[in-house]
């Protein structure tokens, strides 16, 4: 037989009633049989692979998703389908995803891809059972549709996007350019919970939108969420005016937490914009710069005057063949003409054209609140002076673009801030995860209680029984045999008065022949007390 296996001592620094557990314990140890230790051992073993099990959460039956992140309607249909071919489903995520036991995946996936699940809307495939017969009508309905559809799918596939509709109207063309009716979107989505989409995305989504039909513009694209709320109403974003003071409240938190400290500021800025769209052009002429571009001169009927010298007739005709008439003299003039001359001049002039945006800045109005200064020494929190507030207020004033002429204004303030109180944190997936490690735990006690228990008793039971299983020298048994009053008194006196030693020896030996025989057996090996060492 194996020497008994002793239980570790306890630590010298344990307590008294922990030091006479576990020397209760390794007593019941070492007097528990070979059979008993070994049952231990195997329930011990068994209750820590039991809860490993449940702690690592594997074992048993495997399962594999099969869909993931699909509709609810989609989800209820695949589980009357599987269910219908005998197929054990389990629901995760609400109900959006979908898994299967391992060793059935395959035959999960062929039966959902004979059903046409998840559909997850319509797409182009629905072009796939087309017929010859089909109208323009229809087959335009049937586009429009599937188009819908298509970018459904590809927004649902953010991450923040659990799921999306879009509806499209088409446009509508006339001979006239003006009468022609510009297409638009409207983009409805489920943000998942916890999950906050971004402008930028925002604005992602009409882009795709607005690319992937003919004719539409970004601004004409409305994105809401499931609460009702206007995510996207053009290029802005969320609005013009929200994004502006959005983003100068920002620029002005950020300088201001450099000087005060994270969290230590507040800043709301206010804004008046002015929505109207001017397209505005001049001309300016400068009468002072006038340059002569050209000139025209012109003269009729002019006669040069005769020379002196030369003789001088009269007019040609009838008075001048006449007698006594006179001859004219050397001083004579021509005859009168008419000069005409035309000189152009060229102006300097400006063109100037001004377009002002659709949105301008006509005033802002800054509010902002400044935390006390933080105590030295475990001293109270002291409001700040009024010189480090005006610092403070000409920061702000640059970085958000104060413009005093435009009427800007700007109010800063110091007061204590009243410190949050830890959010509570759920413990509800802890619990969750504690749970089997709590019944894992509770059936090791239970498993170590019964144990505990079974040895109490055999223990009894042995107590009762003749010593059979620590053999004495057979000269010892020899003497007990035949002088039978040689016992203790004690021993003597618990012995039953009728039944001698020999007869319950016997009685022994017909209960439990196999002990008997090992008995007997270390009996025959034993060697003599002379030859001991």
């Not at 007097?31 to 809860?51: E, S």
């Not at 009468?179 to 998942?192: F, H, I, K, M, Q």
């Not at 513009?217 to 009702?228: L, S, T, Y």
């Not at 290029?235 to 300088?255: N, P, S, W, Y």
Request: proline share 7%.
């Amino acid at each position: 037989m194996a020497p008994p296996v002793d239980p570790p001592t306890p630590p010298p620094g344990a307590s008294a009633g922990a030091a006479q557990a576990l020397a209760q314990l390794g007593a019941l140890w070492r007097r528990a049989p070979r059979a008993g230790r070994v049952a231990a051992l195997a329930v011990a073993a068994v209750v820590l692979a039991g809860v490993a099990w449940i702690a690592v959460g594997r074992g048993g039956e495997r399962w594999t998703t099969l869909v993931e992140g699909t509709s609810r309607e989609d989800a209820a249909e695949l589980i009357g389908v599987l269910d219908a071919r005998g197929i054990p489903v389990r629901l995760r995520d609400g109900g959006r995803t979908v898994q299967v036991p391992d060793a059935q995946a395959a035959t999960a996936r062929v039966t959902a891809a004979a059903a046409g699940l998840p559909r997850g809307g319509t797409g182009f495939e629905l072009f796939d059972g087309q017929s010859l017969g089909q109208s323009s009508f229809t087959e335009q309905i049937n586009y429009r549709r599937a188009l819908q559809g298509e970018l459904a799918r590809s927004i649902a596939a953010l991450a923040q996007v659990e799921s999306a509709r879009v509806h499209i109207a088409m446009g509508k063309r006339s001979v006239f350019k003006d009468a022609d009716e510009p297409p638009s979107a409207s983009v409805a989505l489920r943000v998942g919970p916890g999950q906050v989409l971004s402008d930028e995305a925002v604005r992602g989504i009409q882009q795709l939108v607005a690319a992937s039909v003919d004719g539409l513009r970004q601004d004409a694209v409305v994105v809401i969420d499931q609460h009702g709320e206007v995510l996207g109403t053009g290029a802005q974003g969320k609005g013009g005016q929200v994004d502006l003071e959005q983003t100068i409240a920002a620029r002005v938190r950020a300088m201001l937490e450099r000087v005060v400290g994270p969290g230590r500021v507040a800043v709301v800025a206010s804004t008046l914009l002015d929505e109207r769209k001017v397209d505005q052009t001049e001309e300016l002429y400068d009468k002072d710069g006038a340059v002569l571009r050209s000139e025209a001169r012109t003269v009729e009927g002019a006669q040069a005057p005769a020379a002196a010298g030369t003789n001088a007739g009269g007019v040609a005709g009838v008075q001048g063949n006449l007698p006594g008439a006179a001859a004219g003299g050397g001083g004579a003039t021509g005859t009168d003409g008419r000069l005409q001359e035309t000189k152009n001049y060229e102006l300097s002039r400006v063109v100037r054209r001004t377009i002002e945006p659709e949105r301008k800045l006509t005033r802002l109005q800054l509010a902002i609140m400044v935390d006390y200064k933080p105590g030295v020494d475990g001293e109270e929190p002291t409001a700040r002076d009024q010189a480090e507030l005006d610092q403070l207020a000409a920061i702000a004033k640059e970085a958000a673009g104060f413009d005093a002429a435009r009427g800007d204004r700007i109010e800063i303030k110091s007061f204590p801030f009243v410190a949050d109180d830890p959010p509570a944190i759920v413990a509800k997936p802890a619990a969750r995860n504690l749970v089997p490690l709590v019944g894992g735990a509770g059936a090791a006690l239970a498993a170590i209680a019964a144990l505990l228990v079974v040895l109490r008793r055999r223990k009894r039971a042995t107590a009762h029984e003749p010593s059979l299983a620590l053999p004495a020298p057979i000269g010892e048994v020899e003497r007990v045999l035949d002088h039978p009053a040689e016992l203790g008194g004690d021993t003597a006196g618990a012995l039953p008065p009728p039944r001698p030693l020999h007869d319950r020896v016997l009685e022994a030996v017909r209960a439990d022949v196999p002990k008997a025989a090992r008995v007997l057996s270390t009996w025959l090996t034993e060697q003599p007390p002379a030859a001991r060492p």
